[in-house]
């Protein structure tokens, strides 16, 4: 049994389905960030002061030392996401060196993104910033945790596509394409949500 | 089509199949079992609210057992903490694990691809997925109640303060809810995709059955709705594990000493996010039900269902409204007078499209020969009880009535009205509606009505004392159902007539149990009629004798008309299939 419009694209909606499904995933994924950038947007304007003060002062002069890091982190993910659209080009143009040239790089990149983000983590907790440190503290870590978390998942997806899941390149080239089209789109999505993460965390306090 | 599978083994073809029929009943036996124990554990509370304090008869060794497990006292009665822990985990288990998974796991599964006229849904194994998911989330919830301290007890809307400093069960009740939104997320998804690019030529929007836009709209709730309430879950689980104070607020005094947390927090935050999918969840409830409704209206008045645009813009519109009038649930936490005059006014507004549908259906009978089946008796029952239900809730809509009635007992019975004789009757009449066309079996019709007017009698002296004693003022979630307060005395003896209602409710279950285990053990005749109801849709007209194989159709329909076309003049026949040139 073959399930239509796997590959094909369906006439009246112009759309194959996974990438229907990738779109109808995103939107939900944003009301996910929605609903958490809208606890911080309640929780930051209910504060007397922001960065709250606790029991360790203030994060405010740690978090100057930190916006380097996070500057670099968002140059290297945007890097990836320009690589991801690269690895999906290189497909269309049947040229697998290329893609796995240009998702390699995504992939490094995402990874050099993690790495600074446990450096940057294992700082804070190791000067008493832990999440129940205050509020601020709590939303930095759950927004970014989760981001993070995100970031891993995209690895997890174009490490397979980067490896085993290349196979298919041989046998379907056309479905193979459209799914790094859908992971393209996803992995732009994580970068995109680290977009508005840095000026909220970092930048405007 | 059947022939290439003779080879698959027991597990890939029943437990780890990836047919979207298969995947359908899979939620919708799983899902009855959840509603039967949400129900016994409501049977076990209405004991206690009855005769408060006294040992529960029957069960009373089984509620000793385990309330001595999770640490209560008790003497084979129910002690209050553990009437909490029943309160909180009969309301998830209904909803998450119960009418949800049945009415769009279930019904939406198996009938979304065969109403379209596609071979499966657009991911087979994303639909495997969402059940092995769901079925994890349940796994949790269910061995939550064995923890010291119980299962969740802070109501089904695990509003903090209280969430965040309740015992271990908590935990588990988020990680289980984190599970089953994941579940209705990948299953919402999976339905969208479906409708929209496997829709059979000639189907166009306009030519599908109701039911297809009810489930559409749904999944579209789930899937927007949901993750709002992920992102609360998360942020509980974080206050509740890592210390966090997302909804505790500065100075918390708990037990005469203030809790040592940073405070900053916001409890109103929580019932916003919370809100902002629970007041979808309610049209997710009853979407579908209308959907189911529709399709047996119309096949038992053998006409077309009346306004087929309106029902379809009026589901459209309330699912886009459904948005927007969460805060209604909050009258009374002191949001804001311009906030309160917001919210009554959109509640007032999505009064309008549920009407409108209310209004199609009772038209649809004018004029009808009705056959008076066990669906469409249920199908009946629905719209004065579903009329009941949404009449009563708009003095809650409204937010100066909503100061004398919030948190009282009419609130529990005007949305009892809406999901239990609403909903649940929707679900009968889908369950006798489709029986044959799962099994190849008709469900036997005298014992079905026994079912119905059983149930339609005891449900109603269930729900309409609950609105009585909520305007005398009864609060809810009092686990002496008001023995304590004076003002509450007056309507005491109504809680036995409650109690026997409910348990006399389920002795009227036994004639459906009992008919659906006959009927399965009975033997299937050999050839059994794809079209037992004479209907119209895709799913009995070009199908073969039950049970299907996998991939539906022999051979792909192409559609020409409309779904709802009965008694169609100049036509041999009172129903004129949705394929017919």
């Known amino acids: ?205 | 089509m059947s022939d290439s599978h003779h080879e698959e083994s027991f597990w890939r073809k029943y437990i780890f199949s990836t047919d979207h029929k298969v995947i359908g009943i899979q939620y919708g036996i799983t899902a009855l079992l959840f509603l039967f124990l949400g129900f016994s554990l409501m049977m076990v509370m209405r004991w206690q609210l009855a005769y408060p304090d006294t040992a529960v008869p029957i069960v009373g060794s089984l509620v000793k057992w385990l309330a001595d497990l999770n640490g209560f006292a008790s003497d084979g009665n129910l002690p209050a903490d553990l009437y909490n822990v029943f309160g909180a985990m009969h309301g998830t288990i209904m909803i998450f694990l119960g009418v949800v998974p049945i009415i769009v796991g279930a019904f939406g599964n198996y009938l979304v691809p065969l109403q379209i006229g596609a071979p499966d849904m657009a991911f087979p194994k994303l639909n495997m997925a969402s059940y092995w998911v769901y079925f994890v989330g349940g796994v949790v919830m269910l061995v939550s109640f064995f923890l010291p301290g119980g299962a969740a007890n802070s109501g089904w809307t695990a509003y903090p303060p209280l969430s965040d400093i309740a015992t271990t069960g908590q935990t588990y009740w988020l990680i289980g809810m984190v599970f089953l939104i994941t579940s209705s997320l990948l299953g919402s998804m999976n339905i969208i995709v479906t409708i929209v690019q496997l829709r059979a030529e000639g189907m166009t929007w306009m030519r599908l059955p109701f039911f297809v836009w009810s489930q559409l709209v749904t999944s579209f709730l789930l899937v927007l709705a949901f993750p709002p309430l992920e992102a609360a879950g998360i942020f509980q689980l974080m206050d509740r594990v890592f210390g966090t104070s997302f909804f505790l607020p500065s100075g918390l005094v708990i037990g005469g000493e203030i809790l040592k947390v940073s405070g900053g927090g916001s409890p109103l935050l929580w019932q916003h996010l919370f809100w902002f999918l629970a007041h979808p969840e309610v049209y997710v409830l009853i979407l579908p039900g209308m959907g189911i409704l529709a399709e047996v209206i119309a096949n038992n008045t053998r006409k077309p269902i009346w306004g087929y645009k309106s029902l379809v813009y009026s589901a459209t519109f309330l699912g886009f409204m459904s948005f927007l009038v969460w805060a209604h649930h909050m009258f009374l936490t002191g949001m804001g007078q311009g906030m309160s005059v917001f919210f009554q006014t959109t509640t007032m507004i999505i009064s309008v499209p549920s009407v409108i549908i209310l209004t199609c259906f009772m038209l649809s009978l004018w004029g009808g020969s009705i056959r008076f089946t066990t669906p469409m008796l249920f199908a009946l029952g629905w719209m004065p009880m579903f009329g009941i239900g949404g009449l009563t809730g708009l003095p809650l809509g409204l937010s100066t009535p909503d100061i004398h009635l919030h948190d009282t007992y009419y609130v529990i019975g005007h949305f009892h009205y809406v999901v239990a004789p609403g909903t649940i009757f929707a679900i009968f009449a889908g369950i006798y509606y489709w029986f044959p066309k799962m099994t190849g079996k008709m469900l036997n019709e005298t014992l079905g009505k026994v079912h119905f007017y059983f149930s339609f009698i005891f449900m109603n002296g269930l729900f309409w004392p609950m609105l009585i004693q909520g305007l005398g003022g009864v609060s809810r979630r009092l686990s002496d159902g008001g023995a304590s307060y004076a003002h509450a005395q007056e309507f005491l003896h109504w809680n036995v007539v409650m109690s026997y209602s409910a348990w006399l409710l389920a002795v009227a279950q036994i004639p459906f149990i009992y008919n659906l285990i006959k009927t399965l053990l009975a033997d299937k005749s050999p050839n059994p009629d794809p079209n037992p109801w004479n209907a119209t849709t895709v799913e009995w007209t070009d199908t073969t004798s039950p049970p299907l194989g996998h991939g539906n159709f022999e051979k792909t329909p192409v559609v020409h008309r409309g779904p709802y076309e009965y008694s169609v003049p100049g036509e041999s026949t009172d129903f004129t299939p949705q394929t017919q040139n």
């Open chain 1, 1 to 205: 049994m073959e399930i239509p419009y796997n590959v094909e694209l369906r006439e009246d909606t112009g759309l194959y389905n996974s990438k229907l499904g990738i779109w109808l995933f995103l939107a939900s994924e944003i009301m996910l960030f929605g609903g958490l950038f809208s606890a911080y947007i309640l929780l930051r304007t209910g504060a007397p002061v922001w960065p709250p003060i606790g029991e360790h002062g203030s994060i405010i002069h740690l978090l100057k030392d930190t916006i380097p890091h996070a500057t670099f982190n968002t140059v290297i993910l945007i890097l990836s996401s320009v690589t991801m659209v690269m690895a999906w080009v290189a497909l269309k143009q049947k040229n697998l060196g290329k893609y796995k040239m240009y998702l390699g790089t995504t992939i490094v990149c995402a990874l050099i993104f993690l790495v600074v983000k446990y450096f940057e983590y294992s700082h804070k907790i190791h000067e008493g910033f832990v999440p129940a440190h205050d509020t601020y503290m709590a939303l930095y870590f759950t927004l970014t945790g989760l981001h993070g978390l995100h970031i891993v998942g995209g690895i997890v997806v174009l490490a397979y596509l980067w490896g085993p899941g290349i196979s298919m390149w041989n046998s379907e080239p056309e479905r193979f394409t459209n799914r790094i089209e859908v992971a393209g789109l996803y992995w732009h999505f994580v970068d995109l949500v680290w977009i508005f993460l840095f000026p909220i965390l970092y930048l405007l306090n």
